[in-house]
């Protein structure tokens, strides 16, 4: 069977450029078709509590009382077998490995978002703070890692797109980014932009497609105000030899080495799972 053109991409020096640059790229589309739609199947599936396998999700799971919250589930490709195909996917791990300049991609964890669609009601419940992922991954000892985030839908700002700040990966880890819940964009806006130029750049995806993001990108959403959900699946992926860095900060994901991990241990066991080699 001959490999579809869209999965024969592969990454420009240009494309590495924008990367390096903005903090961000856009891919082509990544996933046909089929896909999209078994994994809009998959997201109706993980919200009713329908799991793949005898096992369980990481965390406690139960829907937010509040239908206009945003529904987030990390490491879906435990209990669905859809995420684990897509978020384990060798070709994105390649196209990850050529931004990152490394050899080996690992999942670090994945999630699933659903962004509720609110119309014009007077809320901001969907919308996603101003962050940067390493601000919650510090345990990780290298910063250079990379978020991807697949559009199972046309996404633009009506629909709560998510936004970069360009050129924001070259800020350094900014004390307190950790603002992905705090759902009040300009009171965070100002607490993270200092005195540097705050560009807002919208990523603009037909369905398939992904952005790319750099650990340190700033990036956050607004309210979806269509009639209709807004949903996706991000992996969040690491380069070869990304280690425990210890006392710095807690995740999920310290445990998952074992009970007496060892500062520099590399996140290298099946939690971790191997997209991609060279
Ligand atoms: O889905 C969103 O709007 C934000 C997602 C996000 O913060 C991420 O993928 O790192």
Same mark, same amino acid.
């Given at each position: 069977?001959?490999?579809?053109?869209?999965? %024969?991409?592969?990454?420009?020096? %240009?494309?590495?450029?924008?990367?390096?640059?903005?903090?961000?790229?856009?891919?082509?589309?990544?996933?046909?078709?089929?896909?999209?739609?078994?994994?809009?199947?998959?997201?109706?599936?993980?919200?009713?509590?329908?799991?793949?396998?005898?096992?369980?999700?990481?965390?406690?799971?139960?829907?937010?009382?509040?239908?206009?919250?945003?529904?987030?589930?990390?490491?879906?490709?435990?209990?669905?077998?859809?995420?684990?195909?897509?978020?384990?996917?060798?070709?994105?791990?390649?196209?990850?490995?050529?931004?990152?300049? *490394?050899?080996?991609?690992?999942?670090?964890?994945? %999630?699933?978002?659903?962004?509720?669609?609110?119309?014009?009601?007077?809320?901001?419940?969907?919308?996603?703070?101003?962050?940067?992922?390493?601000?919650?991954?510090?345990?990780?000892?290298?910063?250079?890692?990379? *978020?991807?985030?697949?559009?199972?839908?046309?996404?633009?700002?009506?629909?709560?797109?998510?936004?970069?700040?360009?050129?924001?990966?070259?800020?350094?880890?900014?004390?307190?980014?950790?603002?992905?819940?705090?759902?009040?964009?300009?009171?965070?806006?100002?607490?993270?932009?200092?005195?540097?130029?705050?560009?807002?750049?919208?990523?603009?995806?037909?369905?398939?497609?992904?952005?790319?993001?750099?650990?340190? *990108?700033?990036?956050?959403?607004?309210?979806?105000?269509?009639?209709?959900?807004?949903?996706?699946?991000?992996?969040?992926?690491?380069?070869?030899?990304?280690?425990?860095?210890?006392?710095?900060?807690?995740?999920?994901?310290?445990?998952?080495?074992?009970?007496?991990?060892?500062?520099?241990?590399?996140?290298?066991?099946?939690?971790?799972?191997?997209?991609?080699?060279?």
């Amino acid at each position: 069977m001959s490999i579809p053109a869209e999965r %024969q991409y592969k990454i420009t020096p %240009q494309d590495k450029e924008i990367f390096e640059r903005d903090g961000y790229w856009i891919s082509p589309k990544l996933i046909d078709d089929d896909q999209i739609e078994r994994l809009r199947r998959a997201h109706d599936r993980i919200w009713s509590g329908d799991w793949d396998g005898d096992g369980e999700p990481m965390n406690y799971f139960r829907l937010h009382p509040n239908p206009d919250a945003i529904r987030k589930f990390d490491n879906g490709w435990w209990i669905n077998d859809e995420v684990r195909t897509v978020v384990t996917d060798p070709f994105i791990g390649e196209l990850a490995a050529d931004l990152l300049d *490394t050899n080996e991609i690992r999942l670090w964890h994945d %999630q699933v978002i659903y962004k509720p669609g609110v119309g014009d009601k007077p809320t901001r419940d969907g919308n996603v703070g101003w962050h940067q992922d390493y601000g919650y991954w510090q345990s990780s000892d290298n910063s250079n890692m990379v *978020t991807v985030w697949i559009a199972l839908q046309d996404t633009d700002i009506s629909n709560g797109a998510m936004m970069t700040i360009l050129g924001s990966n070259h800020w350094g880890l900014v004390p307190e980014s950790d603002g992905f819940f705090n759902q009040n964009m300009e009171e965070l806006k100002e607490k993270y932009a200092g005195d540097r130029e705050w560009i807002e750049e919208p990523c603009i995806l037909k369905a398939g497609q992904a952005s790319f993001h750099h650990g340190l *990108t700033f990036h956050g959403s607004g309210v979806n105000r269509t009639n209709e959900p807004r949903l996706s699946v991000v992996a969040h992926l690491m380069p070869q030899g990304t280690g425990y860095r210890p006392r710095v900060q807690r995740h999920e994901n310290v445990r998952l080495l074992g009970p007496r991990p060892v500062k520099g241990q590399p996140f290298a066991n099946e939690y971790f799972p191997v997209l991609y080699k060279r």
